[in-house]
């Protein structure tokens, strides 16, 4: 079954016209109107696009084609660049915990909020994250690339400042926890 979904909001005529090529389209196309367009949930859909010809700002991340006719070669192009841009974005977003780190722009994101984030700030998440828990040994190691009999503070102020990053943006007082056995992110 075909990953790629081609959602085409309201725009019969050119459903219509992709419709008599679709066999040699390199993703599915579905028509849809306002009404399914606020019953579908797009969260189940690996890698999709939205387009219309009308300029409808209710539309989230929806790609307006205009300026018709167009041969279809170009529309094609268009559409299929705009599918490798969503599947590259998609694969550098991670999940972790309640946050979306996307690896690309070195951001992280809870609902409409975002974080930019510095190298080191990533990977020290990236690595936390991976574990269930992280000793002060294991980082300096493994982020820093220090030797493990180091005597030096730059994990703690580190962990200290993204703490207090992410405290001022998502008031979030959780994010980097800490026990007697190593750091986690729930």
Known sequence: MNSKKLFIYESYKLFEILKEIKDYLSFEIHHIDKTEYKKLDFKKFNNYLIISTNNNDEIKDCLKISNFPKKISNLLEIINQNFLKNQYSNQSNIKIGKYILNLNSRKI???SKSLD??????NLILFISSKKKVNLKDLQKNVWGYSSNLETHTVETHIYRLRKKILEIFKDNNFINHDKYGYFID
Do not use: A, D, P, W
Not at 117 to 122: C, D, F, G, P, Q
């Open 109 to 111: 994101y809870l609902k």
């Open 117 to 122: 984030l510095t190298e080191k700030e990533s």
